[in-house]
């Protein structure tokens, strides 16, 4: 499993775009990337996943350079409400996930 | 996305006492489970892997005999805590992974288990 990297926190004013940026340098052939939100006592909800390029929802982007050795997210037009913890992690098909730290994101008004 | 859920969203029990969380993947068929346990302003802790109809995979350090799980259908995994202490107070949360052509895992919404 490819060990991810990621800022511990970030801050943003509302109406701005937020970037997080997440190394995982031994990524594999087969691993996917995926990123999940989770609010204080709730579990994580998937935001976005991708295997290379970018991929967009109407959540996130997400950008995933050629080598893949790092993935981006990124939050159009923050609001209060995106405050919350931001994980990135890499995957392969079924298997398990193992949380990182994640990234401590506040939004102010 | 998939819905997944736990019951109960949260319990109260006396120390020595066991108890019960279940796990169900509401619009899917699921393979495979996971359960995670996290204590306040900490990560997710992976606990055990689920398998429709055969023995769960426990990560290194938690007790099988403690934690037992049971995944006897498709759609259902439980997870009982035996024997509870208030050390194993905790946020446990389970996940299901969909089979499809991205194999995303979705999570419950969690279970606050309290040992007084």
């Known amino acids: 499993l490819a060990k991810t990297t990621q800022p511990i926190s970030m801050d943003s004013y509302e109406g701005q775009e937020v970037n997080i940026t997440c190394s995982h340098n031994?990524?594999?052939?087969?691993?996917?990337i995926t990123w999940y939100q989770q609010f204080p006592s709730q579990g994580p909800r998937f935001i976005i996943q991708?295997?290379?390029t970018k991929v967009t929802n109407e959540v996130a982007s997400l950008f995933i350079p050629a080598d893949r050795k790092s993935s981006t997210l990124s939050l159009p037009r923050v609001s209060l409400s995106d405050t919350a913890v931001y994980y990135c992690?890499?995957?392969?098909?079924?298997?398990?996930?193992?949380f990182g730290t994640g990234t401590r994101l506040q939004v102010f008004p | 996305g998939a819905v997944v859920s736990q019951h109960p969203s949260w319990v109260i029990c006396k120390s020595g006492t066991s108890v019960k969380i279940e796990c169900r993947s509401l619009?899917?068929?699921?393979?495979?489970m996971f359960w995670y346990r996290q204590f306040p302003k900490q990560s997710l802790m992976l606990m055990a892997t689920?398998?429709?109809?055969?023995?769960?995979?426990?990560e290194q350090g938690v007790e099988k005999d403690k934690f037992l799980i049971n995944h006897a259908s498709l759609t259902l995994s439980t997870l009982t805590v035996t024997s509870a202490h208030p050390e194993d107070s905790s946020f446990y949360i389970c996940?299901?992974?969909?089979?499809?052509?991205?194999?995303?895992?979705?999570f419950g919404p969690g279970t606050r288990l309290t040992v007084l």
């Open positions: 689920s398998n429709e109809g055969s023995k769960a995979t426990y």
């Open positions: 996940s299901a992974i969909q089979e499809d052509s991205t194999d995303t895992q979705y």
């Open positions: 031994n990524i594999a052939t087969n691993d996917y």
């Open positions: 619009d899917f068929q699921a393979t495979t």
């Open positions: 991708g295997y290379k």
């Open positions: 992690l890499v995957r392969r098909n079924t298997d398990k996930l193992i």
